[in-house]
């Protein structure tokens, strides 16, 4: 049955940096939660689109030819395959929305590849 998701309720329930938390699922796309502070990896996504959308604070999302800013209220769109590496200077909580099976890394592995598809 459907039911109201709190998304400051889940984004309570976890403390991790870049670490995506699934709450909502849709026609084979997830909606996942995330805390970002910090430098990730360059990376890119073959098979999916990726949006961030910043529900608290702003992040820096760096393109191999331009940064972007992106602030509380707003979100952009990653078109798959395009290289991209999001960096906060501060904790910003994004609602990112992928398909199901979607590593948070991609092909560039790493430590902070995350558990794929955490339900919360």
Do not use: Y
Request: charged share 30%; with cysteine; glycine share 8%.
């Amino acid at each position: 049955m459907p039911e109201v998701i709190n998304l400051r309720d889940k984004l309570s329930q976890f403390s991790e940096q870049w670490t995506p938390k699934v709450v909502a699922a849709l026609n084979g796309n997830l909606f996942k939660l995330a805390k970002l502070e910090g430098d990730f990896v360059w990376h890119h996504h073959e098979d999916t689109d990726e949006l961030f959308l910043v529900i608290q604070g702003e992040f820096e999302m760096q393109l191999r030819d331009r940064n972007v800013r992106v602030r509380e209220g707003e979100m952009i769109v990653i078109p798959k395959g395009v290289e991209h590496r999001p960096r906060a200077e501060h904790e910003c909580h994004v609602l990112l929305a992928e398909l199901a099976g979607t590593v948070n890394t991609g092909e560039a592995g790493g430590e902070l590849t995350a558990p794929v598809d955490q339900w919360i």
